[in-house]
């Protein structure tokens, strides 16, 4: 039987914990740290969520096991106050107009893996994303998996929650933000496009890919140029060369 994930708002491992204390830590409720566990890292963490007024607890391993659901926690896990909170669109846009920068983001439609989801985040805020866009429905949202795979970089990351995928891509289109869809069969490569403007990337699930009517409503179709024999990418693969390329573009 597969066991169920932990709520969301448990995070465990090193990184992820010291990134939520790093962006400021106040949804930080408390700190479990496992029996023995005196390692330099896991002391700065304790000193860090004393410093915020969270409780620290020590607790035998198996208590940590069963909170995070899994036992790669390193000793470490993190109960948060409340829900994830989702950032509206306006601040990902007014961020990239105080920071006087085209705006960039990443918007996946149906993207279930955690994993993915994870890594993707990852790759958006080491690459100068200013917001990660999933749907509400028949996607996965920002869950304890999430905050791994992404080793915490999550809590820096604006990720936003749209009801449609499509309606969301004409309504940024009105806003000036040009969008481009990651498909293998896309027109171009992706080197040809021109991703120095305001620019939304565009990629879908790893089975079905990007939907019809999501694909039609992409001002621009780009493939990932390949020279080995690899019928495809994996989504949090092509989302890295896809912001990589953007960067590349926007230095030059």
């Given at each position: ?245 953007v960067a590349r573009q926007r230095r030059g």
């Amino acid at each position: 039987m597969k066991r169920p994930e932990p709520p969301t708002r448990v995070i465990h491992g090193v990184n992820p914990v010291k990134e939520l204390l790093r962006g400021g830590g106040e949804e930080l409720s408390e700190l479990w740290l496992a029996e023995g566990a005196r390692s330099p890292g896991v002391l700065e963490l304790e000193q860090g969520a004393v410093a915020l007024g969270a409780r620290v607890k020590h607790a035998p391993r198996q208590t940590l096991d069963r909170m995070a659901g899994n036992d790669r926690h390193q000793g470490v896990v993190a109960v948060l106050r409340g829900a994830f909170k989702y950032a509206e669109i306006s601040e990902a846009l007014d961020a990239a107009r105080t920071a006087g920068e085209p705006p960039l983001l990443v918007i996946l439609d149906g993207v279930e893996d955690p994993q993915h989801l994870g890594a993707i985040v990852r790759s958006a805020v080491a690459f100068g994303a200013h917001a990660v866009v999933i749907p509400r429905d028949r996607a996965v949202g920002v869950t304890s998996v999430v905050v791994k795979a992404s080793a915490g970089v999550v809590a820096r990351c604006r990720v936003v929650r749209v009801v449609n995928i499509a309606r969301f891509i004409e309504v940024m289109k009105d806003s000036g933000v040009w969008s481009v869809a990651l498909a293998a069969d896309g027109d171009r490569e992706l080197g040809q496009v021109d991703l120095k403007g305001p620019i939304a990337l565009v990629l879908g699930s790893e089975g079905e890919g990007i939907r019809p009517l999501v694909r039609r409503s992409c001002d621009h179709g780009a493939r990932v140029q390949m020279v080995g024999r690899v019928e495809s990418l994996s989504v949090s693969a092509a989302a890295s060369i896809a912001l990589y390329e953007v960067a590349r573009q926007r230095r030059g």
